[in-house]
C-alpha cells in the first residue's frame, strides 16, 4: 500500500462544503484511492473509491489529481452528522497487501453548527 | 439487504478468561476481517478468512485466533485475557479475497478487568 498523509483535523461550518485533501505521492499506477470515514464508536464506512477519474455518489465526491499524487474527498453540504475521522487508502483493488487495510491516523473533520 | 452483524455488542471479563467473538457477513460476500481497535494504537489488522481458510494474518501473538464456517459466518476467540485486550473489535465483509472495498459490523467492544 502506498503511504497516505492527511492533515490530523480540520473544522468546516454546516452547510458548507468540506474538503478532505490527502497525499499518496508515491501511489503506483494499480493502486486506487479509499475513503472510509468513522464516527465515534461505530465501525469505519467506506464512501468512495477512485482511480485516475474524478467519481461522484450519494455521498461525497473524489476529485483525484492529474498525476495522482493527491486527492479530495468532498462533502458538499457537510451536517454535523458528517463529524467523523476520515481515512484514505491507497491500495490495490484486490489482493493487496497481506496486512489488511491500513487506516493510519486519517483526518477528524469536526463539523461546527 | 441485512448489513454485517457483530455479537455481542459490549462484553466485560475478567483476566484469564476466553472470548469468543461472532460476526455474519452480508449476504454473498466470503471474506470475512477482524481488526482490533485501541486509543493508543488505532486499527490493527488481525487477520482476514475467506472460504474457510485464512488467508492473510496480522502481527498478534498465537492467543488470538479464528476460524470462518461454510456461511461465511466467522468467529474470533482471544485466549488468556490481559488487560491491554480491552478494545473494540471489528468485523470487516467483502466479496473476495483482499478486497479494499470493505463493509464494517457495529463492532464489539470488549473490556478485560
Known amino acids: 500500500d502506498a503511504k497516505t498523509t492527511q492533515p490530523p483535523s480540520m473544522d468546516c461550518a454546516e452547510g458548507r462544503a468540506a474538503n478532505l485533501p490527502c497525499n499518496h505521492s508515491?501511489?503506483?499506477?494499480?493502486?486506487?484511492v479509499y475513503w472510509y470515514r468513522q464516527i465515534h464508536s461505530q465501525g469505519p464506512q467506506y464512501i468512495i473509491h477512485?482511480?485516475?477519474n474524478n467519481e461522484t455518489n450519494e455521498m461525497a465526491s473524489l476529485i483525484i489529481t492529474e498525476d495522482r499524487k493527491s486527492s479530495t474527498l468532498i462533502l458538499p453540504h457537510a451536517t454535523l452528522r458528517d463529524t467523523a475521522v476520515y481515512y484514505c487508502?491507497?491500495?490495490?483493488?484486490?489482493?493487496?497487501?497481506?496486512?489488511?487495510?491500513?487506516f493510519g491516523k486519517g483526518t477528524h473533520l469536526i463539523i461546527q453548527p | 439487504k441485512a448489513g454485517v452483524t457483530q455479537t455481542p455488542r459490549y462484553l466485560i471479563k475478567t483476566r484469564g478468561q476466553q472470548v469468543t467473538l461472532s460476526c455474519s457477513p452480508i449476504?454473498?460476500?466470503?471474506?470475512v476481517s477482524w481488526y482490533q481497535q485501541t486509543p493508543g494504537q488505532g486499527l490493527q489488522f488481525l487477520f482476514e478468512?475467506?472460504?474457510?481458510?485464512?488467508?492473510n494474518k496480522g502481527n498478534f501473538p498465537g492467543r488470538f485466533s479464528g476460524r470462518q464456517f461454510s456461511n461465511s459466518r466467522s468467529e474470533m476467540n482471544v485466549s488468556t485475557l490481559e488487560l491491554g485486550d480491552s478494545a473494540l473489535y471489528l468485523c470487516?465483509?467483502?466479496?473476495?479475497?483482499?478486497?479494499?472495498?470493505?463493509?464494517f459490523g457495529q463492532g464489539t467492544r470488549l473490556t478485560v478487568v
Open positions: 478468512y475467506f472460504s474457510e481458510t485464512q488467508r
Open positions: 477512485g482511480l485516475k
Open positions: 449476504s454473498g460476500h466470503r471474506s
Open positions: 508515491t501511489i503506483s499506477g494499480n493502486e486506487y
Open positions: 487508502i491507497a491500495r490495490r483493488r484486490s489482493g493487496g497487501g497481506a496486512d489488511g487495510l491500513t
Open positions: 470487516a465483509s467483502s466479496l473476495g479475497w483482499a478486497n479494499t472495498e470493505a463493509f
